[in-house]
């Protein structure tokens, strides 16, 4: 068998003190994540993140920085996951255009909503994305390079 770790991008969003958030139908129940999603064949990681923050929550992003590449794995499925996170900015939003199947709604919460929802993530790295926005954590977008 040959081992392959699927590659996921983020979009870690806040306004007002509020995180972006989407809501979501999982094989494990109704959960919570950040927009995300698989990179696709021949997409950059930014083209991505910005496909799926569109798809999932009909906000148009722009992203600006990294702030961090996360490797975790899930017990449930024996999936790796690599996940490239982002933030930047929103420039619009779609309010009636129609979201991803399986997410149910976007929604703007709280940390401490995050932090007291983790039974209700979809992954451990929702809540470390998080913090380390909060933390500061910023890379250069230049820190990742994409040929074509």
Same mark, same amino acid.
């Given at each position: 068998?040959?081992?392959?770790?699927?590659?996921?991008?983020?979009?870690?969003?806040?306004?007002?003190?509020?995180?972006?958030?989407?809501?979501?139908? /999982?094989?494990?129940?109704?959960?919570?994540?950040?927009?995300?999603?698989?990179?696709?064949?021949?997409?950059?990681?930014?083209?991505?993140?910005?496909?799926?923050?569109?798809?999932?929550?009909?906000?148009?992003?722009?992203?600006?920085?990294?702030?961090?590449?996360?490797?975790?794995?899930?017990?449930?499925?024996? !999936?790796?996951?690599?996940?490239?996170? =982002? !933030?930047?900015?929103? /420039?619009?939003?779609?309010?009636?255009?129609?979201?991803?199947?399986?997410?149910?709604?976007?929604?703007?919460? !709280?940390?401490?909503?995050?932090?007291?929802?983790?039974?209700?993530?979809?992954?451990?790295?929702?809540?470390?994305?998080?913090?380390? =926005?909060?933390?500061?954590?910023?890379?250069?977008?230049?820190?990742?390079?994409? =040929?074509?």
């Amino acid at each position: 068998m040959v081992w392959k770790p699927h590659v996921t991008v983020a979009a870690v969003l806040e306004r007002d003190g509020k995180f972006l958030m989407v809501e979501e139908e /999982t094989a494990q129940g109704i959960r919570y994540n950040q927009p995300a999603g698989h990179l696709e064949a021949h997409e950059s990681l930014s083209a991505a993140v910005i496909r799926e923050t569109l798809e999932e929550s009909a906000y148009h992003f722009v992203p600006t920085q990294l702030i961090g590449i996360y490797r975790w794995h899930a017990p449930e499925s024996d !999936t790796t996951y690599i996940r490239f996170a =982002y !933030t930047g900015e929103i /420039t619009e939003h779609e309010a009636g255009r129609e979201l991803d199947k399986g997410i149910l709604r976007a929604l703007w919460l !709280t940390p401490d909503e995050i932090r007291a929802s983790v039974a209700r993530h979809r992954s451990p790295l929702i809540l470390r994305c998080m913090e380390d =926005y909060l933390a500061g954590r910023r890379y250069p977008l230049e820190l990742v390079t994409h =040929y074509e």
